[in-house]
């Protein structure tokens, strides 16, 4: 049995959370990726390969913000996006990131922004 690391962790949980979880034009999934400096996340279209919205940390309302915070502006920011795409539900993929923190903080500020999942 060999050791793995912590990013080799993280991507073969990322994969087992992919094999379940599947976007599509009405149903888009939301990806999050988790940094040390920040959060990103977005719609993508799986079947056509496509990401719908998306935001990031670098945008300038959410750069000075402390990180949970940011995560959770994120979150709003991108169903107002989402809204205006014309996207209302979505199914949540975490990633391979455990369901708490920022990675929960933007789900529910995707929540309160009107965002279905």
């Known amino acids: 049995m060999t050791v793995q690391t912590k990013p080799q962790r993280r991507l073969r949980r990322r994969r087992r959370v992919r094999a379940r979880v599947r976007g599509s034009a009405e149903r888009p999934r939301l990806s999050v990726f988790r940094s040390n400096r920040g959060v990103f996340a977005q719609l993508i279209d799986d079947e056509r390969g496509h990401t719908v919205v998306s935001v990031s940390w670098i945008e300038p ?7 949970g915070e940011q995560a959770k502006k994120a979150g709003g920011l991108l169903a107002t996006r989402a809204k205006e795409a014309g996207v209302s539900t979505c199914v949540f993929d975490r990633g391979g990131y455990r369901y708490h923190g920022r990675v929960r903080a933007l789900a529910d500020g995707a929540r309160e922004g009107g965002l279905e999942f």
């Open 61 to 67: 309302e959410l750069r000075k913000l402390d990180p």
